[in-house]
């Protein structure tokens, strides 16, 4: 579809940015629904971002994502924030709105929607949740399973102290536990969440022992390069429901198309096709 004087203009921000998916994921959007508009990754220096996001504004973009390492800096540079991006600490969906920016954060949305979908039959109120890593991505999925109402969460960190300090700021029954302590960690819980880069492709394998953790319960990582990780690969062996990473991508964008473009958008097989086109 060929754009006109009034397309709608949105793209991602980040440094750098040429690995990002964002702009494939966007595009088949925009393609599918036949939108007049365009997605774009821009490349912003962390020094120069502040001038970016007023630049976004002067071009009549109608908002952006931010991607590492601009997410924090960002949340302090809109005029506005949603309750859940203030608690998180950082936003990843702009929108320009009377003049000014903003911020939202659609992380744990996406998380939880992923969940949903691909495993239905999981409820937050089932049991406890353990869930590794204290960066980022771990905050927005700890803020989202707490306002979902899971019961329990114990959080592993390699720095231990890491794991306390978050726990403490975002309060709730989230209880710190010792990395490696697993059969303390996963006894009778009903999800398993790795949010670390362990397992990830370049990166050192995730050693954990599952021989605790319930067959009944959930598995998830956050990674999607590989799409299956070994911790995936275990889980699925042992007759565990396993749930990849690449749906939480998907999903976390959903609000920010609607927001630009004005189409509620779907999360389809063709769409998981076409993001993991090589």
Same mark, same amino acid.
């Given at each position: ?65 931010? @991607? ?13 924030? @949603? ?25 744990? !949305? ?85 949010? @670390? ?63 630009? !473009? ?15 086109? @090589?």
């Amino acid at each position: 579809m060929k754009l006109s004087g009034e397309a709608r203009l949105a793209g991602v921000l980040g440094w750098p940015i040429s690995h990002s998916l964002s702009p494939r994921l966007h595009g088949h959007w925009l393609r599918e629904y036949r939108v007049d508009g365009a997605y774009l990754p821009l490349k912003v220096e962390p020094e120069k971002l502040a001038e970016a996001l007023r630049g976004l504004i002067a071009l009549g973009f109608r908002g952006a994502n931010v @991607t590492l390492p601009h997410k924090e800096r960002a949340l302090e540079l809109c005029a506005e924030v @949603t309750e859940r991006a203030a608690r998180i600490g950082a936003v990843n969906t702009l929108v320009v709105r009377d003049g000014h920016l903003e911020g939202d954060n659609s992380d744990g !949305f996406g998380f939880l929607e992923n969940l949903k979908e691909r495993a239905d039959a999981w409820q937050p109120e089932q049991g406890p949740a353990v869930v590794l890593g204290a960066g980022g991505a771990a905050r927005a999925i700890l803020v989202a399973l707490l306002d979902a109402g899971v019961p329990e969460i114990r959080l592993l960190n390699r720095t231990r102290s890491r794991a306390e300090s978050l726990a403490e700021d975002l309060g709730g029954p989230i209880q710190p536990l010792d990395w490696g302590s697993w059969e303390r960690a996963l006894e009778g819980a009903a999800l398993l969440v790795n949010t @670390t880069s362990l397992g990830m492709q370049g990166q050192p394998p995730l050693d954990i022992e599952l021989d605790a953790l319930p067959r009944s319960a959930l598995v998830n990582d956050i990674v999607y390069v590989p799409l299956e990780t070994r911790l995936l690969a275990a889980a699925r062996v042992r007759g565990n429901p396993v749930v990849d990473g690449l749906g939480m991508l998907l999903h976390q964008a959903r609000p920010g198309f609607e927001s630009w !473009f004005g189409v509620s958008p779907s999360v389809t097989p063709a769409l998981r096709r076409a993001v993991l086109e @090589t």
